[in-house]
């Protein structure tokens, strides 16, 4: 294997190793995102879209080297030639083979190249979608605790506004047995009134005929004293 062939190889178990990491069932997303965070790797971010498509177009190329190896050594003309030697059908099928192993050697690793990146993505999206969802429950928590809070605050109001309901009508019939109360004093006390309306207009004219009595009683002696006078008059 030269040494092109063998640096892809141990890329490829590196490849396996790290997807084989990235899918251990007990590190969460929200952690590796702490690791993808590091400082090491916001250093390495802005070479790493040019390092992933260089990585892509080398094993893009090692992988067509390797499938015209592949063609080069699986035609007919090189077949009927190891026929009639058979240590050339020996090197033949051994050069197959090599083109074969290092055609699935650069498959696989551009393949796991690509769902690796896939896998790294993915992990990232989940992690933010569950620290979104966690804050998203957090908000829902303090709405549903404050329209509990509104509720209670609500249900308070009420039954303050029907205990002001109940004292206002409790004063209002209150209200009314007094006016009730005070419109009978009132026609009582009409009627007092014009009974002594009544009183003072009998008593006016009782007056009025004592007074008119009282004169005549006063003409009739006056009346009297003069005839007493005139007869005392004569006598002398």
Known sequence: MTL???????F???EIAVNLILCIPFVSAQRWRLVFNWRIWKC???????????????LVVLFLDAAREVHKYSSPEPMHE????SNLFDHLHMKLFRAQRNLYISGFSLFLWLVMRRVV??????????????GLQAQMESAAKAAKRYQEDNIILEKALMDEEMAISEKNQQLKLEVESLSSQLKMAEEAVHKSH?????????????????????NEH???QNLQSAADKKIQ
């Not at 092109?4 to 141990?10: D, E, L, N, R």
């Not at 971010?45 to 080398?58: A, D, G």
């Not at 190891?82 to 030697?85: D, F, L, Q, T, Y």
């Not at 009544?198 to 006063?218: F, H």
């Open 4 to 10: 092109q062939w063998t640096a892809v190889a141990f």
């Open 12 to 14: 490829l178990y590196a």
């Open 44 to 58: 390495l971010s802005p070479y790493w879209n040019k390092c992933f498509f260089t990585v892509i177009m080398v």
């Open 82 to 85: 190891a026929k009639v030697n």
């Open 121 to 134: 993505t993915l992990l990232n999206q989940m992690a933010v979608s569950m620290e979104n969802n966690a």
């Open 198 to 218: 009544a009183e003072v207009e009998a008593m006016s004219r009782q007056a009025k005929g004592i007074a008119k009595e009282y004169d005549r009683l006063l």
């Open 222 to 224: 006056h009346r009297l």
